[in-house]
């Protein structure tokens, strides 16, 4: 069945630091894949998505490029702010496959 | 525009109590499907209705059902409640499929269900 593996956290920095948080996964056909971020006491928010290989999903200066022969959806800012603590989630649906598939998600800690 | 909205935010049972959530989805969209997300975990798919009909079920006993009416708003029913039922319930809706069944799902905020 399908997986998703990513890093596991706490993830801390300071802000205006690189941010690189991977994840892996496991799939069969050609999957769709995405970051959503949850804050504090709030569902889960979109940030970004890429529907085929070597898609780049973009939005508010994160970024994370659909690597098929990694099979890897790496996420990344070049800049992080104290707003953007969060939990980011990576997850994935393909196919026949409604629903979606979620990694355990990385807590992301920036201080000022 | 409103997005998906979930009622109650809050809830507290009892072990062996039934429980209802309630669930609006985004407007434009026709499909809903529900999460249980424990603390600190990643949410996992209980299931996800289209037309009214349950389309796909993920790995949860039969103790959660489900129900979709004819405006795309949705609930869901646990009975006979365990401890380890206390989680985040979330509710995500999704647009008509047009290309796929890739299209992204957009969550509401939850519904927080303790059981004492």
């Known amino acids: 069945g399908n997986s998703v593996t990513q890093m596991e956290g706490p993830v801390t920095l300071s802000e205006e630091a690189f941010l690189t948080i991977n994840c892996t996964y496991t799939a069969t056909g050609y999957p769709s894949l995405f970051w959503y971020v949850q804050y504090p006491g709030e569902g889960l928010q979109l940030l970004l998505k890429a529907t085929k290989a070597d898609d780049k999903g973009s939005n508010k200066g994160f970024e994370a490029t659909y690597r098929k022969e990694t099979t890897s959806f790496h996420l990344e800012k070049g800049s992080v702010q104290v707003s953007d603590s969060a939990v980011y989630f990576c997850?994935?649906?393909?196919?026949?496959?409604?629903?979606?598939?979620f990694g355990k998600g990385t807590l992301l800690t920036v201080n000022p | 525009d409103a997005g998906v909205t979930q009622s109650p935010t809050h809830l507290i049972k009892t072990r062996g109590q039934q429980v209802t959530l309630r669930c609006s989805p985004k407007?434009?969209?026709?499909?809903v499907s529900w999460y249980q997300q424990a603390l600190g975990q990643g949410p996992q798919f209980i299931f996800q209705y289209y037309e009214e009909e349950e389309r796909q079920r993920g790995n949860f006993p039969d103790r959660f059902s489900g129900h979709q009416f004819p405006n795309y708003s949705s609930e869901l029913n646990v009975n006979a409640l365990l401890l380890g039922d206390s989680a985040l319930y979330l509710c995500?809706?999704?647009?008509?499929?047009?290309?796929?069944?890739?299209?992204?799902?957009?969550f509401g905020d939850g519904t927080r269900l303790s059981i004492l």
């Open positions: 995500a809706s999704s647009g008509r499929r047009q290309g796929g069944s890739n299209q992204p799902q957009h």
């Open positions: 997850a994935l649906s393909g196919g026949s496959n409604y629903k979606l598939t």
């Open positions: 407007s434009g969209h026709d499909t």
